[in-house]
């Protein structure tokens, strides 16, 4: 999903960290956060923990701009999204089988193949289903952000989409709120923006402002919600720029560490473990089932359920992560077949995908 001459042991570490996010925002869902009257000290500090955590969705596409920026139309472009696909339909049969014989589902081999053509295969499959629209676009959105002779006109280009996506956020606009499904273009674009500018932050005033915007956001979301169930709104989607700043700030801290030096070993474990990200966030659907079903029974009080986030979180992540590095063994036992069944159609391919 990335160019390889641009990967670096950072890069590893975003993408890790934006999935422990993703599991964490999860945690917030299957504890029954949403449902409950948000009022206490308690639930103003889990407010802004899930504040913090909804950057995990912006920093996958920030990532994916800063590593695609110079992707150009060739018919070799489209076979780098096979293995996304692979992924998804490997972790949907362990979905699929989870539901049919742990859950006790009807799942067939007919709703079984229609569900993965769904994109509902795995329950959290939306961002694949997102991706795909997104890769497609990619070769021409980087010949738009290139054609852009100079750094000012680039930052007019991303600023324009940035204003299109999130000014649905913004009182009395005019926009309807449906321009604000090109979020994804959006955020592409400040990504590959950042991999140009190369942002850096002094450390101390990163890590300010991403408190700042996390306590600022999760009060938003506390203020509004007071005394009743969570009450949703763009202030706190993907496209908020409360939310996207959150990200940049996380990413731009994370990509200014200087990980060059470190053991080949941590760089080889970084990689292994960044390269099941896609398949552990799929298949931490059937993990989710299980520990937090437990933890439902067992704690039957919101208040007392997230004093657990710092067991279930990690516990979940380990397994999904553990799980998604077999599927990728069994992807490279099938890519071979795969990958030359593609390259009759784009072109050759010299290795396995």
């Not at 923006?193 to 002094?202: M, P």
């Not at 989607?237 to 080949?264: C, E, H, N």
């Not at 970084?270 to 059937?286: M, R, T």
Request: aromatic content about 16%; glycine content about 6%; proline content about 4%.
């Amino acid at each position: 999903m990335e160019n390889k001459k641009l990967r670096n042991p950072s890069f590893d570490v975003i993408r890790i960290f934006a999935l422990f996010l993703v599991v964490s925002v999860h945690f917030f869902l299957h504890i029954g956060y949403y449902y409950t009257p948000i009022a206490g000290e308690k639930l103003f500090v889990m407010t802004v923990i899930r504040s913090f955590a909804k950057a995990c969705v912006p920093m996958f596409i920030l990532l994916t701009g800063y590593l695609m920026r110079n992707k150009k139309l060739t018919p070799k472009y489209y076979l780098g999204i096979v293995k996304t696909l692979g992924i998804y339909v490997l972790a949907s049969v362990v979905c699929l089988l989870f539901e049919k014989y742990h859950l006790k589902l009807d799942v067939t081999l007919k709703s079984a193949i229609r569900d993965i053509f769904e994109f509902t295969g795995a329950d959290y499959a939306w961002y694949v289903e997102m991706y795909i629209g997104l890769f497609l676009a990619i070769p021409f959105l980087n010949a738009m952000y290139n054609a852009m002779e100079t750094p000012k006109k680039k930052l007019v280009l991303v600023g324009t989409f940035l204003f299109i996506s999130s000014a649905s956020t913004i009182p009395g606009m005019i926009f309807p709120d449906y321009m604000a499904d090109v979020y994804p273009f959006a955020i592409y674009l400040v990504g590959a923006a950042l991999g140009d500018f190369k942002v850096k932050l002094n450390r101390i005033v990163n890590l300010l402002g991403i408190a700042l915007l996390a306590v600022g956001l999760g009060a938003i979301s506390f203020y509004k919600s007071h005394e009743k169930g969570f009450v949703w709104g763009a202030w706190q989607s993907d496209y908020s720029l409360f939310v996207l700043g959150i990200a940049v700030l996380v990413f731009v801290f994370i990509a200014g560490f200087d990980m060059t030096r470190a053991p080949k070993w941590v760089h080889k474990s970084l990689n292994v473990v960044s390269d099941s990200v896609l398949g552990a966030y799929l298949v931490s659907f059937v993990f989710d089932k299980v520990f937090y079903k437990k933890l439902l029974t067992r704690v039957p009080q919101l208040w007392d359920r997230w004093q657990y986030m710092v067991v279930i979180v990690p516990a979940v992540f380990v397994c999904s992560i553990v799980t998604s590095i077999g599927l990728n063994l069994i992807w490279k036992l099938i890519s071979t077949p795969v990958s030359k069944a593609f390259a009759k159609i784009f072109g050759k391919v010299k290795k396995p995908l």
